[in-house]
């Protein structure tokens, strides 16, 4: 028996979000997301947009960024190491994509120790997005 329209949804958007969270380091393209859920790309976005507001490219991104931030608090990684861990081809690339989404270097973020103020200056989500929100998702789903 088939699972309702809604639940199978939320599975899957909840599938998405787990092969993202697992593969931090090496992202997966959307298509290739989509195939191992085995929906259309197309399917994947409506579902991202549904539940989150953003494509999922846009959110795994912010969900690395998460992840690097967390990097940056609780370990001593180099910050290069943190963004090829976290899945940026570059440090350069790694420090344009954080202090886009945080509003500062990753840098600055490590040095002050997540005590400032983070203003994202591209936020899709309704009342804005900032730093630390992606976690606090992945948190509950995990529960």
Do not use: W
Request: charge should be positive.
């Amino acid at each position: 028996m088939q699972q309702p329209g809604p639940v199978r949804d939320q599975r899957l958007f909840e599938e998405a979000m787990t092969l993202m969270r697992n593969n931090l380091s090496e992202p997966l393209q959307t298509g290739e997301l989509a195939s191992y859920l085995s929906i259309s790309q197309k399917k994947l976005e409506r579902l991202f947009l549904r539940f989150e507001g953003v494509l999922p490219a846009r959110f795994y991104r912010e969900l690395r960024l998460e992840k690097a931030r967390s990097l940056l608090h609780e370990s001593a990684l180099g910050i290069d190491e943190i963004g090829r861990r976290c899945g940026f081809r570059s440090a350069s690339h790694f420090s344009r994509c954080f202090k886009s989404f945080c509003g500062h270097s990753p840098r600055m973020e490590r040095q002050q120790g997540g005590q400032l103020r983070v203003e994202s200056k591209r936020s899709p989500f309704p009342g804005g997005r900032h730093c630390g929100r992606i976690e606090k998702l992945m948190m509950e789903i995990m529960l």
